[in-house]
């Protein structure tokens, strides 16, 4: 071969041969007409209009998306990397921002102006997740360069386009507050912080706070999301916190001790997020419950592998574990419930030689404004009788076979004791439980007819109002609750619910203390004194107390018993 034609060239890659230099014939050859366009000449301009149409198309994509930017984003003082996208000032209220860096990549934050009163409005917090999901899509959409549908997201889905407050703070974004480093106390009340501690503790890497406020003015769904946030920070590796500045029943240490303090001091409480849940710093309460204890949340934790209840197990571990770490009731109340406890168990003792002591069985009544999920109950409540017959039922399968010859243990059963506790006052004078045992006695919540036959009955004495009794007719009414201690013009009834807002008076906290304390005694009893516990599922005490029972005892072993229909239990209710 020459070296011209080993030689590499490009003439393989020209679409068409040079045109010769001979004259054209008039007339075709062979009678074939001469093509005037080849195949590859029209391949050639379609691929140049597809790449048109694609420039097009991407350049306009661009545009859009640029322009929707000021809608989601604020500016603020310039940065080292990054700028603010938007106006000229960041917003005085909080709300996620958008920012850029100099090469035009886009992330977003969470502006919390560090003047806010904290903890935030509760249906500001819930706002911010709103708003949190929809920018972080928009920026999504702005690195895709095109809009499209979002999947659905696991728990722990980590926004890579996120940046956390702290981070903005350290680019010049957010302000951040003055003096971040000194010990001075903020805003809020986060329980057993020492803010006058001479030894300045470093700020935790990571926490979760669980802020103590509600629209509910009940107990018992609180109690659940507390303890299932616990478990949750122990499992996510966070500090956990609470604050109670702005709780409906006061302070916290005045019904338990202070929870565990971690070796590091809370953050600055505008660095405390409610979601993304990825955050350093993650803010927990009520407002939140959908996105930290929702649809997500349970399909990370339930168990796929099993079946009814015991799917759950995992969740019911988190609780469990924050009942063991906050359950400690003050002082003055733990010592009332551990001579009740040893008093009840005392009482179901037989003399050798005797195989087996009695029972404590413990019935749970709840009514008021919860009613029953099972259907045929649920404007009304699930019949006191059908808590009786658990209780024989459960008796009777307990020591049938166990006594004498293998018969029945007789003694045993006389032995036993029926355990109740009920926000219904009336409940303890039906014919079904005259006989039965209170929970706890040192706080009675008494109805208008008990009130009215404990008042003197000749001259004109004026009774005095005692601390422990408080006028509770039918049970606990969420409208009854919030008019504790207002003024007598305010309804004072269940159907009208007073303003939640108004200024809750020392009185008003004083007697809300007393009906707190009798709820958390009467759980401490029934969940520490008593073998099997009858109760309805709708009820989110019933709930607590398979918790405080274990889950060997409460599941395993089947010594939670819900008479409410074939439902089981199920942990935060979203």
Known sequence: MSS????????????????????PALIPRHGKIAPTR??????RGVLWLLGVVVILYFGVSRIQLDHSVKQVGWANHAGDEYEMVGDSE?????????????RGRTKWTVSIPPGSAFPLEPYLYAEICTQNMEVANHVADMHAHMHRPHSHYGYYHVDPYFMDVAEAEEHGLLPGPKGKTSMKAQDGSVVGEYVDSLIVQDVCETSMTFVLETSDAGLGKTLMMLWTAYGLAQKEGRS?????????????TSFFRPPPMPTCRPPPRHEMLPCPHHARHLLVSAATTPHTFGGAFNEEYEDPRKMEVYRQKPIFDMARAGYEALFHLADADRTYVDNRVAELRLRTLLEPPEPENGLVIGIHIRHGDRHPYEFQYRDSYVPLERYGEM???LLHKTFNGTGPDNGENMAAEMRSLLVVASDDPDVYESDEFSHASRAQEQIRLASKTTLSASQPTGGSAI???????????????????????????IPANAMETPETKLAATEEAFRLRELVGRAYMMDLAVLGEATDRIVCTVSSMGCKLLAVMMGWENAVVKEGWVNVDGDFEWRGVSW
């Open 4 to 23: 011209t034609s080993s030689r590499f060239s490009f003439n393989h890659l020209i679409s068409s041969p040079p045109p010769s230099p001979g004259l």
């Open 38 to 43: 080849s195949k590859r000449t029209y391949l």
């Open 90 to 102: 960041l917003p005085d209220f909080p709300t996620p921002v958008v920012v850029t860096d100099k």
């Open 240 to 252: 956990f916190f609470v604050d109670d500045s702005r709780w409906a029943y006061g302070k916290y």
């Open 391 to 393: 209780a024989r039922d």
């Open 463 to 489: 009774r005095k109002f005692v601390d422990e009794t408080v006028g509770w007719e039918g049970g606990f009414f969420s409208g009854m609750f919030w008019s504790l201690g207002k003024p007598s013009s």
